[in-house]
């Protein structure tokens, strides 16, 4: 069965930089949720969209952004990037919003040095 | 404040035997509980859920039990494999809100 699918696996930037996560969820799968996994730590939510509106927001720094496109998938943009935005990157997905379970993708390795 | 607690970093269960993790959590206003199990370099993988209506589901060789008086669940893995070795994650929500809340996880290992 399809899963949901990020890219890329792993990145490598610098401080101050920027990075582009891309996130495409399950087939009719209508939102899309960010999480951030520092070592050792349980996943933190960011962010979620339903039907291409932003429908929660969590510990998202103002540093970062998101939007999901027509075609559903979705984009998490982070500017100015700092040494503590090192993490793994989750995006999961559902058919509809709360009540829902959400499928996780792989992850997206992100290192800042 | 950790809303939702695993307080057992790991567990080792020998093969064909019972796995028991626990999970407590603290907002009474969590109505829908899920399991998932994490390899390392992957995505947490779903497993079960639960919501708040029932005490019980089962799903196979898992089944996850809720205590609502007691704000507690558990996950019960009969008979447990090798291949069950992972990081479970307890998670939950409430009514309306997207946002999964995760406990810290307990790291099962399960010796052939």
């Known amino acids: 069965a399809a899963g949901v699918i990020q890219s890329p696996r792993h990145l490598i930037k610098e401080k101050r930089e920027t990075a582009t996560l891309k996130c495409y969820p399950i087939?009719?799968?209508?939102?899309v949720y960010w999480y951030q996994q520092g070592p050792g730590q349980d996943p933190q939510f960011l962010i979620s969209?339903?039907?291409?509106?932003?429908?929660d927001k969590g510990s998202i720094p103002d540093r970062f952004s998101a939007q999901q496109f027509s075609d559903y998938h979705s984009e998490l943009n982070m500017s100015s990037l700092e040494l503590g935005d090192s993490a793994l990157y989750f995006c999961?997905?559902?058919?509809?919003?709360?009540?829902?379970?959400?499928?996780f993708g792989p992850g997206t390795r992100l290192t800042v040095t | 404040d950790q809303q939702v607690k695993q307080n057992s970093p790991s567990l080792s269960v020998q093969e064909g035997r019972i796995s028991i993790l626990n999970c407590d959590y603290t907002?009474?206003?969590?109505?829908?509980f899920l399991w998932y199990k994490k390899y390392p370099a992957e995505g947490p993988t779903f497993l079960i859920s639960?919501?708040?209506?029932?005490d019980k589901n089962e799903d196979g060789r898992f089944t996850v039990f809720l205590n609502k008086s007691a704000k507690h669940l558990s996950l019960h893995i009969v008979p447990s494999q090798p291949g069950d070795s992972a990081v479970y994650f307890c998670?939950?929500?409430?009514?309306?809100?997207?946002?999964?809340?995760f406990g810290k996880g307990t790291k099962l290992t399960v010796n052939p």
């Open positions: 969209f339903y039907e291409k509106m932003q429908s």
């Open positions: 998670a939950s929500y409430q009514g309306g809100s997207e946002k999964l809340v």
């Open positions: 639960i919501s708040s209506i029932k």
């Open positions: 907002n009474s206003m969590f109505d829908y």
């Open positions: 999961a997905s559902s058919p509809g919003s709360s009540g829902h379970e959400q499928y």
């Open positions: 087939p009719r799968h209508d939102t």
